[in-house]
C-alpha cells in the first residue's frame, strides 16, 4: 500500500514496475488512498497503469565501479537486443519498419532531430541514410531546428531521437516538424514516454538498451546509432538504391557487431595505462573525417562530461583552417580512423599535429594500424568491420578513455556537475 513519485523509472524499479505517466499539465495527489490524477482544470481522470518489463538489477552498479563502467559493458547485449527482434535470421529485415515501399519511395527529404549524444547519432545516422537510400538528410540540433522557421518538403519524414523520450527541445521540434506536415518517427529507450505517446506506438523504433543510470550515455549512444543504421539499410531496400545481396551482407556485418564490440572492450587496460599519463591534461582535441568526426563530435562531449576537460572536435581537414593555431608541445589529439577510402588523408593530417609537438592518440581499425605507425603515438585497435559500422566499434574505446581519465581526475563520474539525465526544460 505504497505510493512513489519519480521523474524517471529506474528510480522506482526495486519499489514496483507499475507506473502511471502524466500528461502535459496533469496533477498527481498522493496519500494514504493511494493515487488521484487531475488536469489543471481540476477534473479527475482515471489513471491507467503501465508494467515496464526492466528487471531490478538492471538498474543496480552489479560489482562495477559505477554505472558508467557498467553500462559501457553492456554494450554487446545491448547491440544484439537492438538487432535480434527486427533483422535475424527468418525476418525480411523489412516489416520492422513503419513506412511502406510507396511512402520510403516518395520520401524528398529526412530531418533528423535530437540534442547532445542523441544528435551525434543522429548524424552518424545521416551519413548512413544518404549512401545506402539517396535521400537527403538534414541532422539538426532541436532547440536551434524549433526557432529558425524550418522549410518542411511535402513527403518529408522527420525522425527524432531521444534516450528518454522526455527531451524538452526535442519533443518541441517534433511537434513543429508535426505541425508542418512531416511524417515522425521517434528512436528512444523509454517506453511509455512522452515522445512514444505523442509519435504512437506504430511509429516508435525502440533501442531496448535497458535502464541507463550513469548521466553521460554510452549504450543509448551506441543502440541509438545502430538503429539510425538498420533505418538506412531498410530505407535502402524499400527504395530500391540496394539490392538484396548488398543488404544481406550489411546486415550479416551488423549481426556480427556484438562479438566485435567484446574485442573491442579488451582495450581497457592500454586506456588505464594511458590515461595515467594525459588525465593532467587541461585541453583535448578530437578529430576525424566523415563518419569517424561524427563519432569524434560524440567522443569530444562525452569526456568534457566526466572529466571536466575542455575538448573539442573538429573535422581534420578544417585543422589548417584555423584549429591547429592552438596546439602546443604536448597537446592531447585524438583521432579516429575507421574509413578505409580516407585514411592516406587522415594520417597526413596526423602526421602535420605530431610536427607541432601534439601527442597523437590514434582509434583505428586493426587492418589500418600499419598506415599509422609513423601519425601517431599510440594506437588503440578495434575489430576490422564494414565502414559504416566501424564507428561503432572505436565509440566503445573512446568511451572508456573518457571514463579512465574522469576516474584519475578524481570526478563524480555518474553524476557529472551542472547536469540531469533527462533535461525536460528548454
Known amino acids: 500500500n505504497e505510493c512513489f513519485l ?4 529506474p528510480a522506482m524499479l526495486r519499489h514496483t514496475r507499475d507506473v502511471i505517466f502524466l500528461q502535459d499539465k496533469e496533477i498527481a495527489l498522493l496519500d494514504e488512498n493511494g493515487i488521484a490524477v487531475f488536469d489543471s482544470c481540476g477534473n479527475s481522470r482515471t489513471p491507467s497503469f503501465f508494467h515496464v518489463d526492466w528487471d531490478v538489477s538492471s538498474a543496480e552498479k552489479g560489482g562495477y565501479a559505477h554505472y558508467m563502467l557498467k553500462e559501457i559493458n553492456e554494450q554487446p547485449d545491448a547491440l544484439a537486443r537492438t538487432f535480434s527482434p527486427r533483422m535475424s535470421e527468418g525476418k525480411d529485415g523489412l516489416s520492422w519498419l513503419p513506412i511502406t515501399r510507396e511512402e520510403a519511395r516518395s520520401l524528398r527529404k529526412i530531418s533528423i532531430v535530437a540534442c547532445g549524444t542523441a544528435y551525434h547519432a543522429g548524424v552518424l545516422g545521416k551519413y548512413a541514410i544518404e549512401k545506402l537510400a539517396r535521400v537527403p538528410v538534414e541532422a539538426s540540433i532541436a532547440s536551434e531546428y524549433r526557432y529558425r522557421d524550418p ?3 511535402e513527403n518529408e519524414l522527420c525522425i527524432a531521437i ?3 523520450g522526455e527531451t524538452a527541445d526535442t519533443l518541441a521540434a517534433m511537434r513543429e516538424a508535426k505541425k508542418r506536415g512531416a511524417r515522425v518517427l521517434a528512436v528512444c529507450n523509454a517506453v511509455g514516454s512522452t515522445l512514444s505517446r505523442e509519435t ?19 549504450k543509448a549512444y551506441l543502440t541509438q546509432a545502430e538503429l539510425m543504421l538498420m533505418i538506412a539499410i531498410a530505407l535502402g531496400r524499400l527504395r530500391e538504391t540496394l539490392s538484396h545481396s548488398e543488404a544481406q551482407e550489411l546486415t550479416d556485418a551488423l549481426a556480427a557487431l556484438p562479438e566485435q564490440a567484446n574485442k573491442a572492450l579488451e582495450n581497457d587496460a592500454a586506456l588505464q595505462r594511458l590515461t ?3 588525465s593532467q591534461k587541461k585541453h583535448a582535441f578530437f578529430v576525424g573525417r566523415g563518419m569517424d568526426y561524427a563519432l569524434s563530435m560524440e567522443a569530444a562531449l562525452k569526456l568534457k562530461e566526466v572529466s571536466y576537460i575542455l575538448s573539442e572536435a573538429y573535422a581534420a581537414g578544417e585543422l589548417k583552417h584555423g584549429p591547429i593555431a592552438l596546439l602546443t608541445e604536448g597537446s592531447l589529439v585524438v583521432a579516429t580512423l575507421t574509413q578505409p577510402a580516407l585514411l592516406e588523408k587522415a594520417a597526413s593530417n596526423l602526421r602535420e599535429v605530431k610536427a607541432r609537438g601534439a601527442r597523437v ?7 589500418l594500424a600499419s598506415g599509422l605507425t609513423d601519425a601517431a603515438d599510440e594506437l588503440i585497435c578495434v575489430p576490422d568491420a564494414h565502414p559504416l559500422f566501424a564507428p561503432l566499434l572505436a565509440a566503445i574505446p573512446l568511451q ?3 571514463y579512465r581519465m574522469a576516474v584519475a581526475r578524481g570526478c563524480d ?10 533535461v525536460t526544460v528548454e
Do not use: H, M, W
Open 6 to 9: 519519480a521523474s524517471d523509472i
Open 162 to 164: 531521444s534516450q528518454s
Open 413 to 422: 563520474v555518474d553524476k557529472p556537475r551542472n547536469l540531469a539525465k533527462s
Open 200 to 218: 504512437g506506438e506504430e511509429n516508435v523504433l525502440y533501442t531496448y538498451a535497458g535502464p541507463e543510470i550513469a548521466v553521460a550515455s554510452t
Open 151 to 153: 522549410i518542411v518538403e
Open 400 to 402: 572508456l578513455f573518457a
Open 276 to 278: 595515467s599519463a594525459c
Open 361 to 367: 592518440v590514434a582509434v583505428c581499425c586493426q587492418s
